[in-house]
């Protein structure tokens, strides 16, 4: 496999992890929430994991 359509792949799979973290479903009471986390139990951890996730998310939407 090419370092391109490797670099390709990436990029989808990224897209699609994110599309996941993204997705929101309602409840009957009509509260909003996101049934699919990635989360962890250390507070600096998950500060570190908002960031990279935010940081994937930016990076993808500036190469379009």
Not at 4 to 18: F, H, M, P
Not at 23 to 38: A, C, K, L, S, Y
């Amino acid at each position: 496999m090419s370092l391109a359509s490797k670099a390709q792949q990436y990029d989808v799979l990224v897209r699609e992890l994110l599309v996941l973290l993204d997705r929101t479903e309602e409840t009957d009471e009509g509260r909003v929430f996101h049934p699919n986390r990635i989360s962890s139990r250390r507070a600096l951890d998950a500060e570190k994991l908002e960031q990279v996730l935010k940081e994937l998310k930016n990076t993808l939407e500036d190469w379009g």
